[in-house]
């Protein structure tokens, strides 16, 4: 029995509906986890902002501007700076030692 023009009308008519149903949850879905993740990541980006990167600033010298994460040496011990200074003697309590040779 050959399906007529007004079934198949109503057939294509069916499924395109469903069809939309299904792909609107489904970028409704993918949207959301989207968001969740976006916000999660601006998250992380705040957080990590405030934490110094390292960077090798060679051997300590006496006046430099030291920010915080730069990496020096001086007498055999690599610290790496906590507080910014420009100080004109080693000063310990603004760096934290990282390691110290045996020699």
């Given amino acids: 029995m050959p399906v007529t023009d ?3 009308e ?3 008519t069916a499924l395109v509906s469903v069809t ?3 792909v609107t949850e ?3 879905s993918v949207t959301a986890r989207l ?3 976006e916000q999660r990541a601006k998250a992380l980006e705040v957080t990590q902002m405030d934490k110094p990167v390292m960077k090798d600033a060679g051997i300590w010298q006496p006046g430099t501007l030291y920010q915080p994460g730069d990496v020096v040496t001086t007498k ?3 610290w790496c700076c906590q507080e910014r200074h420009a100080a004109h003697e080693f000063p310990h309590n603004f760096f934290r030692m990282l ?3 045996h020699g």
């Fill in 6 to 8: 007004a079934e198949l």
């Fill in 10 to 12: 109503a057939i294509v």
């Fill in 20 to 22: 939309k149903e299904q």
């Fill in 26 to 28: 489904a970028v409704t």
């Fill in 35 to 37: 968001d969740a993740l």
């Fill in 76 to 78: 055999g011990t690599i």
């Fill in 99 to 101: 390691a110290k040779s």
